[in-house]
């Protein structure tokens, strides 16, 4: 948003997990997006999960590296086409350790070999329930970028998917690092708020390109 009365700040919601408002320039914010959709082409491309109670996530994911499924890792799509999934790409995780020198301090991103990204594409439409990132073998803190629609991000706590937790907005271009004590903290997105992208981009929805580093 231009011009707004109180600019946005970096922001330390809880112990470990801070929020970089603006963290990605407008014409980076076009070539991850490029990437994206190139990502997203089949094979192992853009899929719906579905959970082993028979549950549909709303959002659309497609992995690079290792292929996340409810709830393990996997080389292949064996949740989707079977394809083998997606290179990481090398420069993705200098992006990563970048976003965590900058949200935590480079001893944070010491030794952090990123090498797992799951993309998920949000209409406006879908949600994503509260949930824990605990399937890695890893500490490292999870890089979270948002490109497109603005939406709600709930940041909870690591013991219960309820109370309490920070809702905050982000926005295209925004970076959120969790780390230390907020690792294995609770989060989801109740809301998109649909049509809130920026127009110069040319994406309609939202794409959250998450990046841990699997331990395996």
């Excluded at 020198?101 to 990123?114: F, V």
């Excluded at 998920?120 to 979270?144: C, I, L, Q, T, W």
């Excluded at 989801?188 to 929805?205: D, E, F």
């Amino acid at each position: 948003m231009d011009a707004e009365l109180f600019p946005r700040s970096r922001t330390e919601v809880a112990p470990g997990a801070v929020h970089v408002p603006d963290w990605l320039a407008a014409d980076r914010q076009r070539e991850l997006l490029a990437a994206c959709r190139e990502w997203a082409r089949p094979p192992a491309g853009l899929r719906t999960v579905h959970t082993p109670g028979g549950g549909t996530m709303t959002a659309r994911q497609v992995c690079l590296g290792w292929h996340w499924y409810p709830y393990a890792y996997a080389r292949t799509v064996v949740d989707g086409d079977g394809a083998p999934v997606k290179p990481f790409p090398a420069w993705l995780g200098e992006l990563g350790r970048g976003a965590v020198t900058d949200a935590l301090g480079p001893a944070a991103a010491r030794g952090a070999a990123y090498d797992i990204a799951l993309i998920n594409f949000y209409d406006g439409d879908a949600r994503m329930g509260m949930h824990r990132d605990s399937d890695e073998k890893s500490d490292a803190p999870v890089v979270s970028l948002s490109l497109g629609d603005t939406c709600v991000f709930r940041f909870g706590n690591p013991e219960t998917r309820t109370r309490p937790y920070t809702d905050v907005e982000l926005r295209s271009g925004d970076l959120f690092v969790f780390g230390g004590e907020s690792r294995l903290a609770h989060h989801g997105v109740p809301r998109v708020h649909a049509g809130t992208a920026p127009a110069r981009l040319g994406l309609k929805g939202r794409l959250n390109i998450t990046l841990r580093v699997s331990g395996l």
